[in-house]
């Protein structure tokens, strides 16, 4: 196993456009989650799945952010109609059920809308 | 409510100094604890975890941390520091009532000075 894969690393979009990213989480990991971090701060939750369900979305997640997990291993965060303040990065990460290992992170997807 | 608070939002430091990164956390349960560095443009990468047992942990990289239940403390340590070592370092709390995700400190950034 490689680890969290993220793709793509990095994206440019007009503002307006929509974007589509996927995480690959470790495999026999059953929770995957979904940050974002802007720079100089901490990671800002925002959605989790455990198996395809998703358990929890963020009171801060417009509409226009939508997460899915279709068979309970990848995952793929979309934001439609992009706006300049969701420039970030995106970070996924997955974990066993009690999460006592700790969560193991891939690299992230830098989103800049300009 | 669980919170965590890094005291500190810098730390600068010269090399082969040693470094304490200070974490506070406020729980009225049990946690598990945990300490992640994030190199610039990278995703977070687990350096140790206290889940239960000795109260000092090791980590990769040389780091340790103790844990310190009557203060409700997580300190991370270095005896001698490097270049290398310059990061943010984030302190994180997974607690049963929240389903174990993770809260998170707002971050310490180490500065290594030559």
């Known amino acids: 196993d490689t680890g969290v894969s993220q793709d793509p690393r990095h994206k440019i979009t007009k503002r307006g456009q929509n974007v589509t990213f996927r995480c690959d989480p470790i495999s026999e990991h059953n929770r995957l989650y979904w940050y974002r971090q802007t720079l100089g701060q901490g990671p800002e939750f925002l959605t989790y799945f455990q198996n395809e369900a998703q358990l929890e979305k963020s009171r801060l997640l417009s509409d226009r952010f939508s997460a899915e997990r279709p068979k309970g291993s990848f995952s793929t965060l979309e934001i439609q109609r992009t706006e300049q303040g969701d420039s970030a990065m995106y970070l996924c990460?997955?974990?066993?059920?009690?999460?006592?290992?700790?969560?193991?992170f891939g690299s992230g997807t830098r989103l800049t809308v300009v | 409510a669980q919170s965590v608070t890094q005291l500190d939002s810098q730390v600068p430091v010269f090399e082969e100094a040693p470094v304490e990164l200070r974490c506070n956390y406020s729980s009225s349960v049990s946690v598990y604890l945990f300490w992640y560095v994030q190199y610039p443009n990278q995703g977070l990468q687990l350096l140790l975890k206290y889940l239960s047992g000795s109260t000092l942990v090791k980590g990769i990289n040389g780091f340790e941390a103790e844990f310190n239940k009557s203060q409700t403390s997580f300190h991370l340590r270095k005896p001698s520091v490097h270049i290398s070592d310059t990061a943010e370092y984030f302190c994180?709390?997974?607690?049963?009532?929240?389903?174990?995700?993770?809260?998170w400190g707002a971050g310490t950034k180490l500065i290594i000075k030559p």
């Open positions: 994180a709390v997974s607690v049963m009532d929240s389903n174990y995700q993770l809260i």
């Open positions: 990460a997955s974990s066993s059920q009690t999460g006592a290992a700790g969560y193991t």
